[in-house]
């Protein structure tokens, strides 16, 4: 199967900067797209970015300007650089990723990270 594995969560001042790395392995063929989502208590898992195979991105209207998405292919990463942060931004960051999973019949499924707590203090 395939493992992702969130890093770079923490505590963080308000107008900071944080960066996410989320960092896939085990049966990979290939990853499509990659995505984070966020969810902060009592409230829904919501889509924070994402990047395509060909690097488009997508972004939550709250995000935008203010986080970039991007990708490494050759380490089988994704990164979410947070810019600007505010309180509001605090939460769980989860990876997800659709991945193409590398067996004598190679299926695509999607997978979830176990997520990484970003802390944003006024």
């Known amino acids: 199967q395939v493992q992702l594995v969130e890093s770079g969560g923490g505590l963080v001042q308000a107008g900071g900067s944080r960066r996410l790395s989320c960092a896939a392995s085990?049966?990979?063929?290939?990853?499509?797209?990659m995505e984070w989502y966020r969810q902060a208590p009592g409230t829904e898992r919501e889509l924070v970015a994402g990047i395509t195979t060909g690097g488009g991105t997508n972004y939550a209207d709250s995000v935008k300007g203010r986080f970039t998405i991007s990708r490494d292919d050759a380490k089988n990463t994704v990164y979410l650089h947070m810019n600007s942060l505010k309180p509001e931004d605090t939460a769980v960051y989860y990876c997800?990723?659709?991945?193409?999973?590398?067996?004598?019949?190679?299926?695509?499924?999607?997978?979830w990270g176990q997520g990484t707590q970003v802390t944003v203090s006024s």
């Open positions: 085990g049966s990979i063929f290939s990853i499509n797209a």
């Open positions: 997800h990723a659709f991945t193409v999973v590398a067996s004598y019949r190679p299926y695509e499924d999607e997978f």
